[in-house]
């Protein structure tokens, strides 16, 4: 363990929950089209992941685009008696998808977000990063006409609570020493002849002297 403990930061949340949302959509969108009783309906998993969610340029071949966006924490970090402390991080989740016409898109994206809300619910540690999920909301909007698809984006909010993100007893005493690479002069060409005065002293005539 280092000295400094642990410091961990959001988009390590954001990669937890894109790496659980990767290994469980296709198992999660094949559920929902059984219990749609549509069970060939061939929802397709996201093609694509952002860090942001925005409404322009959307390549066909990037869609359905998942987005996974982290804006900061939800409520004052707690501290624990061991002097660490336990984040509770907000999270959006989006996805944006096309279909061939605006029912069909509508449909689509509802599915989709239920398929989002019951992934990040039943595997809560997203893959042993977290020590819980909660959820705060789920909603709904169409996107522009584009040529003759439509679009429409779904999201789902959660809180994810983290333990240990940072470590207020932790730390160095002092920094480190400077690099003597990063010193000034330390880019000065290397010494290769010199002149020097040497002078030669008896040793013994020093001792006796005193």
Known sequence: MSIFGNIITADEL?????????LWFRTYLNEIELQKG???????NPRSVVRHVELIDFPEEQLPRLMIVSPGMAKPPLMEGDGTYRGF????????????????TNRNSKWYAGAIRAIILQHRSLGGFAD????????????????DRTLALCTNEFIVEVEGIVDRKSGPAVPEPPDPDDLPGSEWPLVENTDLDVEVRDLDDEIEGG
């Open 38 to 44: 549509v069970p060939d309906f061939g929802l397709v």
């Open 14 to 22: 954001e990669n937890a929950v894109e790496a659980t949302l990767r």
């Open 89 to 104: 991080w907000r999270i959006g989740i989006s996805l944006i998808n096309s279909a061939r016409d605006r029912d069909s």
């Open 132 to 147: 819980g999920v909660s959820w705060e909301d789920e909603n709904y909007m169409d996107g522009p006409v584009e040529a």
